[in-house]
């Protein structure tokens, strides 16, 4: 089956420091999400994207937070200057269709924020 | 907030025993989909029902739906060890929202 793929799956920086969180959706999905989860706590949406642009965002998605997809198959998570609060297991999911049908998520990369 | 409730929070029962875990919601929803996630990886997609659904199956799961009380509920039967987990309900908001709201989930242990 398909997978969504993410890289690293561990990453550790010092604050302040600029990340980006790489994913390769499925690739004839449309849609893209990306999620975080603070360790055992619940699943908080951060943006969708959807046709180049943002289509929602949470209030998580503040200006340290953005989203690109740079080609035709990688979707990235640029976080500015990270905060300690930051640390927590990043989501990247896609969908074919979007509009509250499956999402098929990767394997997630532990951000640790020192 | 759309973000759903499951209840319980934990729910530790014996092999072959049914679990039932509940998911309570705020606004109109389109689907409404159920998803587990083994310790800490990523989520894995179970079951969608729809809001015009009442009830759904995909071999041992059971879904149900009713959007009169805003709930869900997620029946596993003859549950094994391999299906101790994390149980998540997530809901879309009706209108051709993008965004999908996860629950706050259901701890899952299946003892052998």
């Known amino acids: 089956e398909p997978e969504v793929t993410q890289t690293p799956s561990h990453q550790v920086t010092q604050m302040g420091q600029e990340v980006i969180l790489r994913c390769v959706p499925i690739s004839n999905h449309l849609y893209f999400y990306w999620y975080r989860q603070i360790l055992g706590q619940k699943v908080e949406f951060l943006v969708s994207?959807?046709?180049?642009?943002?289509?929602?965002k949470s209030e998580i998605f503040d200006d340290q937070f953005s989203v690109e997809r740079p080609d035709g198959s990688n979707f990235t998570l640029k976080i500015r200057s990270t905060k300690l609060e930051d640390s927590a297991m990043y989501f990247c999911a896609s969908s074919l269709t979007g509009g509250g049908e499956k999402l098929f998520f990767g394997s997630g990369t532990q951000l640790s924020v020192l | 907030s759309q973000q759903g409730e499951e209840d319980p929070q934990a729910l530790s029962i014996q092999e072959g025993e049914n679990a039932t875990m509940n998911c309570s919601y705020k606004?109109?929803?389109?689907?409404l989909q159920w998803y587990r996630q083994n310790s800490g990886r990523g989520l894995v997609h179970l079951i969608l029902?729809?809001?015009?659904?009442r009830e759904k199956h995909s071999g041992r799961l059971r879904v149900t739906l009713d959007t009169s009380k805003k709930s869900s509920s997620l029946l596993i039967t003859a549950s094994r060890a391999a299906d101790t987990a994390s149980y998540f309900c997530a809901t879309d908001l009706a209108g051709g929202y993008q965004k999908v709201t996860f629950g706050t989930g259901t701890k899952l242990q299946v003892i052998p």
């Open positions: 029902i729809r809001s015009n659904e």
């Open positions: 994207f959807y046709n180049n642009e943002i289509s929602e």
């Open positions: 606004t109109s929803i389109n689907n």
